[in-house]
């Protein structure tokens, strides 16, 4: 099972995946949080491939940043955002604690859904664009890209996605 598969990365490996997490992240500057604008798996964790293999991207952040990912530990979020690929947030813990996180985690479980997730940096972009220069309103915005117009106001002020993508 790919989400527990051991993660060991040369240097060269290393800077090639913290440079593919960069360009495909952005911050959230409220929780501190990275957040990984690329596909997200069902669970809403960021994936991508490696090495022809689909591998959960908070476990690659963990190995590019901090270090190796032994077989069978899991790299849990201090943050509770499956998307956050940010090194302070991540740590190494074993399948029990795992399954004690994800317990707590489900007890807060309050069934926000975390619309951002659905949008890429290019959406971001283009929302922006269509917001600024062709005047379409939140609303009509929030429809095209099926996320809430207060996602879309968070959008074009700059809230949650400060940097320019
Ligand atoms: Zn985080």
New binding site residues.
């Given amino acids: 099972m790919n989400s527990t598969r051991q993660i060991s990365l040369t240097q060269e490996e290393k800077e090639r995946i913290r440079s593919r997490l960069f360009s495909r992240s952005i911050p959230n500057d409220k929780?501190?949080?990275?957040e990984f604008t690329g596909s997200c798996s069902k669970s809403r964790y960021g994936m991508f491939k490696f090495r022809n293999k689909s591998f959960l991207v908070h476990r690659l952040s963990f190995a590019a940043f901090t270090g190796n990912v032994p077989e069978d530990m899991c790299v849990l979020?201090t943050?509770d955002?499956p998307r956050?690929i940010?090194p302070d947030?991540l740590w190494l813990g074993t399948r029990g604690d795992n399954n004690r996180d994800s317990a707590e985690k489900g007890r807060r479980a309050c069934g926000t859904k975390n619309a951002s997730c659905k949008l890429t940096a290019l959406q971001v972009r283009e929302i922006r664009s269509r917001y600024g220069v062709k005047r379409e309103s939140h609303r009509a915005l929030a429809e095209v890209f099926g996320v809430s117009h207060n996602t879309i106001g968070s959008i074009v002020r700059g809230d949650h996605w400060k940097i320019a993508v």
């Fill in positions: 929780a501190g949080c990275l979020h943050c955002n956050c940010n947030h």
